[in-house]
Each structure stands twice: as structure tokens, then as C-alpha cells.
């Protein structure tokens, strides 16, 4: 059974950084791309960025590019996203995701059970 869990949220001024971090068990994690979404209250879930399974490309909303990072460690079933610069429309909860197809789709097959990013201004 695939299991996804993420951690690293937590409360950040407006200006400061976090890393979250999501860690994948139960299939071969190298062989799956991955995704971080967000959901903010009253908003739907949106698609933030997302790695290939060999970590060679990565894409990201125009929201968070140039400012948000992904990262994967296959060695440690690990996907990381490091976000800078947060501001206060950051604030929602972040959900990693695995997919066996484009990691810019929409199948995904699993998620994790999220983690809550709060900035305040």
C-alpha cells in the first residue's frame, strides 16, 4: 500500500521560508513522478509544481515560480518543496502526489494527507 506523508509546515512571516517534505513508501518511489498541491480554505486544490521520477524537469504554477523549488531524493523515497519568499496568499495546506503519468496532469494516484502552511503579513 502506498503511503505519502508529508511535514515541515508550520507558522512563517510574510518573507520567510519553509521546506516541506514528503516521504513515500510502499512501490518503487524512483519510478513515479511527483507533485506538491495546495488547497486554501474556500478555494479549490491547485496544482503547485511537480518532478519528473528522474528529477530531470520540473514545472511550477506561475504563482510560485521563481520563488518555490523541487527537489527529490529517490535514495531516501524523498520529495521536497522549498518555498521562499511566502506571502500571506501562500497560506493553504500541501499535498504531495504521485503519478505514473505527466506529473502537469491530473492523474494522480496517491496523496498524502497534508500539512498546513500558515504566513502571516
Known amino acids: 500500500q502506498v503511503q505519502l506523508v508529508e511535514s515541515g509546515g508550520g507558522l512563517v512571516q510574510a518573507g520567510g521560508s519553509l521546506r516541506l517534505s514528503c516521504v513515500a513508501s510502499?512501490?518503487?518511489?524512483?519510478?513515479?513522478?511527483m507533485g506538491w498541491f495546495r488547497q486554501a480554505p474556500g478555494k479549490e486544490r491547485e496544482f503547485v509544481g511537480g518532478?519528473?521520477?528522474?528529477?530531470?524537469?520540473?514545472y511550477y504554477a506561475d504563482s510560485v515560480k521563481g520563488r518555490f523549488i523541487i527537489s527529490r531524493d529517490n535514495a531516501k523515497n524523498t520529495v521536497y518543496l522549498q518555498m521562499n519568499s511566502l506571502k500571506p496568499d501562500d497560506t493553504a495546506v500541501y499535498y504531495c502526489a504521485q503519478t505514473t503519468g505527466d506529473v502537469r496532469g491530473s492523474r494522480y494516484d496517491y496523496w498524502g494527507q497534508g500539512t498546513q502552511v500558515t504566513v502571516s503579513s
Open positions: 518532478i519528473t521520477w528522474f528529477g530531470g524537469r520540473t
Open positions: 510502499g512501490r518503487t518511489f524512483s519510478a513515479y513522478g
